[in-house]
């Protein structure tokens, strides 16, 4: 299968500040990328969808100012958590549709966790 | 909107033993795709088995399976043979012509 990374796998941040979580996909092109957000024991929650050279598509809900997202390859999209606050702690994990043997399908990243303190 | 059911919030079996996950689905769409993935305790979402709408026949994955009943909109996941790499988070998922939508998770407890 498509190996999808993301980075950093977990970080923790100060109240206020800002960060960034960088979604890759390693041996293929993606022109979709996808943003989920997951509390503890539940489903995952799409955020947003991103595609490469345009703007993403949030859901609804989703505050778009908040969390910024760039798609300015078709190999990396970023999320950017501005001025982060403890309510958005939670797991987030990023997914990148891809054609293999001709079938569309979705890979996901192993997920960052972040925590604000 | 579609919507994607999962009634077990968890489900336990002895090792070696099968085991049935339960999905169902709500849609107007005719041409769509569903798929179950797993998501162990590292957090990695792991593409378990998907299925077509078109097609007919089951998908078969080694030991898995699946139990695709269009007009009921079922879509249940059988584990042969279970092993302890097998637990985890089990989700099913829809996807039609937009967003892949997830139910809300089954956790397998497998008991040596």
């Known amino acids: 299968g498509a190996v999808v990374s993301q980075h950093p796998s977990r970080v923790i941040c100060k109240s206020g500040t800002s960060v960034k979580i960088e979604c890759r996909s390693l041996?293929?092109?993606?022109?979709?990328m996808f943003w989920y957000r997951q509390f503890p024991k539940q489903s995952l929650m799409l955020m947003a969808t991103?595609?490469?050279?345009?703007?993403?598509?949030?859901e609804q809900g989703v505050e778009k100012d908040k969390f910024l997202i760039n798609h300015a390859s078709l190999t990396l999209s970023t999320l950017t958590v501005t001025s982060a606050h403890p309510e958005d702690s939670s797991f987030y994990i990023c997914?990148?549709?891809?054609?293999?043997?001709?079938?569309?399908?979705?890979?996901f990243g192993p997920g960052t966790r972040l925590t604000v303190l | 909107a579609q919507t994607v059911t999962q009634s077990q919030p968890e489900m336990s079996v002895q090792e070696a033993e099968t085991v049935t996950l339960s999905c169902t689905y709500d849609?107007?769409?005719?041409?769509?795709?569903l798929f179950w993935y797993k998501q162990p305790p590292s957090r990695q979402m792991i593409l378990v088995i998907r299925?077509?709408?078109?097609?007919?026949q089951n998908a078969t994955e080694n030991r898995f399976s699946v139990n695709f009943q269009k007009a009921a909109k079922s879509f249940s996941l059988k584990i042969s043979d279970s092993q302890l790499g097998d637990a985890a988070m089990y989700f099913c998922?829809?996807?039609?012509?937009?967003?892949?939508?997830f139910g809300q998770g089954t956790r397998l407890t497998i008991n040596p």
């Open positions: 997914s990148a549709r891809v054609w293999l043997s001709s079938r569309d399908t979705q890979y």
């Open positions: 041996d293929f092109q993606a022109t979709t």
């Open positions: 991103s595609n490469e050279g345009s703007k993403a598509t949030y």
């Open positions: 849609t107007s769409e005719s041409d769509y795709y």
């Open positions: 299925q077509e709408a078109y097609k007919q």
């Open positions: 998922a829809y996807r039609g012509a937009q967003k892949l939508v």
